[in-house]
């Protein structure tokens, strides 16, 4: 047999079984969208194989993706590895109409243009909870994904204090909800109650508050055990959402606009804190991928905060970038 017909059969016996097994495992969720598809299941068997045959060209068998959005040649899938230095490759340029950028020798980040993302994402439903970081978070999100024309609303709809969001994208069928939860003990009872119909993609986030209303490491430390057991219960079926985790960011002491966040938030305090939250991530065993918001807004620095807590478009812009880019190392594809 020549080689080519051989693996084209290898090829198609592999299609069968990187396309069936998580059909099987995602079950009727399967038809809701193409993230479901290349979700946690796809992710299992995919490192699987990958494991098993580590040279075997998978990108080949997936399907390709809006091939005319992009002009550069389609780049092959990153390997897994790739997760660990998508922080690294992040550059800020403040005061730069291209405020940030990746550069990385071997694992080539970039960022996802509105119609990368919409693409990606299409058929989603994505939950952010959290505080104010969370927001803007959100916020970076939609600018990425709404008409320009469309985000000025979405803005201050978004932005009412202390109150719910959400918003149905008709255009890539995306369902985004800001569900309001400052404290620890918020996302717990959410990730309990598992929303229904249940998120293909969860970014949670909090610290602020408690760190200036309660003020205890240590009690923070076991509130976030708490919302990491009940992340940790999220299992199949239906497929458990993509979970992220929103670090906590770089607090710039003297900016800070009360005499009592001064105080309470100092910087001892504001890095023990960043610490445990880190926990949540995966390289601590947690369940989250951990959105590192504390080393992008050092690197961004001062320049890019105004009230020393919450910083400019450019921080969130890169987190959801970071959080793309993950997503689709996650699901083998390139857009
Ligand atoms: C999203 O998916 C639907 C159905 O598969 C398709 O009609 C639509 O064009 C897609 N939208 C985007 C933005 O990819
Ligand atoms: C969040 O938790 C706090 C403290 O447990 C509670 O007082 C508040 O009502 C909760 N808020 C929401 C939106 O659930
Ligand atoms: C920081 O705040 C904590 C708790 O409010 C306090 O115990 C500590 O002394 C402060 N540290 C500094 C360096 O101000």
Do not use: K
């Given at each position: 047999m020549v080689p080519a017909a051989a693996a084209a059969q290898l090829g198609a016996l592999a299609a069968l079984l990187v396309i069936f097994i998580p059909m099987a495992m995602a079950g009727y969720h399967l038809s809701r969208n193409k993230m479901l598809f290349f979700s946690g299941a796809l992710f299992i068997s995919?490192?699987?194989?990958?494991?098993?045959?580590?040279?075997?060209?998978?990108?080949?068998?997936?399907?390709?993706?809006?091939?005319?959005?992009?002009?550069?040649?389609?780049?092959?899938?990153?390997?897994?590895?790739?997760?660990?230095?998508?922080?690294?490759?992040?550059?800020f340029h403040p005061n730069t109409p291209t405020s940030f950028s990746f550069s990385s020798a071997s694992c080539h980040f970039r960022p996802l243009s509105p119609s990368s993302a919409s693409d990606l994402l299409n058929g989603s439903l994505i939950l952010i909870a959290g505080d104010s970081q969370s927001r803007l978070f959100a916020l970076s999100l939609l600018a990425l994904?709404?008409?320009?024309?469309?985000?000025?609303?979405?803005?201050?709809?978004?932005?009412?204090?202390?109150?719910?969001?959400?918003?149905?994208?008709?255009?890539?069928?995306?369902d985004l909800h800001f569900l309001w939860s400052p404290f620890e003990s918020n996302l717990t009872s959410l990730l309990r109650t598992t929303p229904s119909p249940p998120p293909d993609v969860l970014v949670a986030g909090s610290g602020l508050w408690?760190?200036?209303?309660?003020?205890?490491?240590?009690?923070?430390?076991?509130?976030?055990?708490?919302?990491?057991?009940?992340?940790?219960?999220?299992?199949?079926?239906?497929?458990?959402?993509?979970?992220?985790?929103?670090?906590l960011p770089e607090l710039v002491g003297p900016m800070l606009n009360t005499e009592e966040k001064r105080e309470r938030m100092n910087l001892t305090v504001s890095r023990r804190y960043e610490r445990e939250g880190r926990r949540m991530g995966r390289s601590s065993g947690g369940p989250f991928f951990y959105l590192d918001v504390g080393m992008m807004t050092r690197r961004c620095g001062e320049a890019c905060t105004a009230d020393g807590m919450h910083y400019d478009r450019a921080v969130y812009d890169a987190a959801v970038q970071v959080m793309l880019n993950a997503l689709l190392i996650e699901s083998r594809q390139r857009v």
């Open positions: 995919l490192a699987v194989f990958v494991h098993l045959t580590p040279y075997f060209p998978l990108h080949f068998l997936l399907p390709s993706t809006s091939p005319s959005t992009s002009s550069s040649p389609p780049l092959p899938p990153l390997p897994l590895s790739c997760l660990t230095s998508l922080h690294t490759s992040l550059h994904l709404l008409p320009p024309s469309d985000l000025p609303p979405a803005e201050s709809a978004l932005f009412r204090r202390h109150s719910d969001y959400q918003i149905s994208i008709p255009e890539s069928s995306i408690h760190m200036l209303h309660v003020n205890d490491p240590v009690h923070y430390s076991r509130q976030l055990s708490a919302v990491r057991a009940a992340a940790d219960l999220l299992l199949p079926p239906p497929p458990p959402p993509h979970l992220f985790w929103l670090g």
